[in-house]
T-cell receptor, first 116, second 115 residues
Framework: ETGVTQSPTHLIKTRGQQVTLRCSSQ?????VSWYQQALGQGPQFIFQ???????GRGNFPPRFSGLQFPNYSSELNVNALELDDSALYLC???????????????FGPGTRLTVL | GESVGLHLPTLSVQEGDNSIINCAYS??????FIWYKQESGKGPQFIID?????DKRQGQRVTVLLNKTVKHLSLQIAATQPGDSAVYFC??????????????FGQGTILTVHP
């Protein structure tokens, strides 16, 4: 069984640019959540996608947006990058009904974004 | 405000000892808690979870205790091994409402196991 995968592993952008990060959910999972983890801190919830729609959002500005596709994979898009956006971006997926505890979130390895 | 926090940011133990990592939460509406282990350069790894209708749950070498009266959560690791060295996070989940699905993480505890 393949776990949650994310791409790319590392990314370097300059201030003002746009970035797209990708996530493939674990087999049997239909919900995807995105988190931002700054160095030395715990992950902060950005938003969650279920059935291709946003299903809850944290305290992040609108320049953080996302998509979920019919195969449950997801993208995180960040526009007008700022220096403070430098962080590890984590994707987590949750099982669908009948496949496990739908509240549990299993994380991928993350994408390390550096904004210069 | 809402918070999930840890009492001790670092914990050093000898191999073979038992480790206890503590976590305090402030929102009594939370009904689901998860412990994660995060190694350097990796994503958080699920260790064990517990719902608010339980006081204790055991896994392989790990036990989670929940005290709802004082809003306290702990992770006990038996016979700690060098491979257990990592940052440990507790996370809180509230069912329902606009925060559905949101995990709120504590600051993390760095566990170092000395051979």
């Amino acid at each position: 069984e393949t776990g949650v995968t994310q791409s790319p592993t590392h990314l370097i952008k300059t201030r003002g640019q746009q970035v797209t990060l990708r996530c493939s959910s674990q087999s049997g999972h239909n919900t995807v959540s995105w988190y931002q983890q700054a160095l030395g801190q715990g992950p902060q919830f950005i938003f969650q996608y279920y059935r291709e729609e946003e299903n809850g959002r944290g305290n992040f500005p609108p320049r953080f947006s996302g998509l979920q596709f019919p195969n449950y994979s997801s993208e995180l898009n960040v526009n007008a990058l700022e220096l403070d956006d430098s962080a590890l971006y984590l994707c987590a997926s949750s099982p669908q009904q009948g496949q496990g505890n739908t509240d549990t979130q299993y994380f991928g390895p993350g994408t390390r974004l550096t904004v210069l | 405000g809402e918070s999930v926090g840890l009492h001790l940011p670092t914990l050093s133990v000898q191999e073979g000892d038992n480790s206890i990592i503590n976590c305090a939460y402030s929102n009594s509406a939370s009904d689901y808690f998860i412990w994660y282990k995060q190694e350097s350069g990796k994503g958080p790894q699920f260790i064990i979870d517990i719902r608010s209708n339980m006081d204790k749950r055991q896994g392989q070498r790990v036990t989670v205790l929940l005290n709802k009266t004082v809003k306290h959560l702990s992770l006990q690791i038996a016979a700690t091994q060098p491979g257990d060295s990592a940052v440990y996070f507790c996370a809180e989940n509230k069912a329902g409402g606009t925060s559905y699905g949101k995990l709120t993480f504590g600051q993390g505890t760095i566990l170092t196991v000395h051979p």
